[in-house]
């Protein structure tokens, strides 16, 4: 049974036009995590919650927000998406409190901004 | 900032070993991570080392010296669908995990 769904698994949008990306996880862990990947590129960590408290990442552009309405959903708005941020979006979720607890992945999104 | 350093791609031959190494560079260390990521997929958990050492894992086997910010892994008997890209992670004394861009191994009949 999957543990981290995300959806959709592909989305099309337009430039400029607002896309939300969703992730949903039976897991329970209280960690959740957002990465853009590109192609032939490492996993590049957007921001995180922990818990209820939200982390952003120094380098992520004002344009990329999140919300974590309960344990179980987290969201990835993206206001106005550009050319370059086209990507594979991918949702983590880990339960601290583990050393060696590691972080489980979704299967991903693929964004295509034409 | 964090380093982590890894080769680009790798070509093996069915049955064949192939050993990925991975350098590191990082402001702290708790653990290093390998993933496994197929084409267009999420990445999945391969391994996990915080000791230095070896962990075996069927054929799989990762290696680590922290000493030398240093780790392999190694694939046995490889098979057509090892044929992936595998992922360096560094967990750098927090919880969050900063990935290496990954080599892509690919296993010719």
């Known amino acids: 049974d999957a543990m981290v769904i995300q959806n959709p698994r592909y989305q099309v949008t337009q430039f400029g036009k607002p896309v939300t990306l969703s992730c949903s996880q039976t897991?329970?862990?209280?960690?959740m995590y957002w990465y853009q990947q590109k192609s032939s590129q490492a996993p590049k960590l957007l921001f995180h919650?922990?818990?209820?408290?939200?982390?952003n990442e120094a380098d992520t552009p004002d344009n990329f927000q999140s919300r974590r309405p309960n344990t179980s959903f987290c969201f990835l708005d993206i206001r106005s998406p550009g050319l370059g941020d086209a990507a594979m979006y991918l949702c983590?979720?880990?339960?601290?409190?583990?050393?060696?607890?590691?972080?489980?992945f979704g299967p991903g999104t693929r964004l295509t901004v034409l | 900032g964090q380093n982590i350093d890894q080769p680009t791609e790798m070509t093996a031959t069915e049955g064949a070993i192939v050993q990925i190494n991975c350098t590191y560079q990082?402001?702290?260390?708790?653990?290093l991570f390998w993933y496994q990521q197929h084409a267009g997929e999420a990445p999945t958990f391969l391994s996990y080392n915080v000791l230095d050492g070896l962990e075996e894992k069927g054929r799989f086997s990762s290696f680590l010296s922290r000493s030398k910010g240093y780790s392999y892994l190694l694939l046995k008997e490889l098979q057509m669908k090892d044929s992936a890209s595998y992922l360096c992670a560094v967990r750098d004394g927090d919880y969050k995990l900063s990935f290496g861009a990954g080599t892509t191994v690919t296993v010719r009949a």
């Open positions: 990082t402001s702290g260390f708790n653990g």
């Open positions: 919650y922990y818990d209820k408290d939200f982390n």
């Open positions: 897991l329970n862990h209280n960690v």
């Open positions: 983590a979720t880990s339960r601290e409190g583990e050393a060696t607890d590691t972080q489980y």
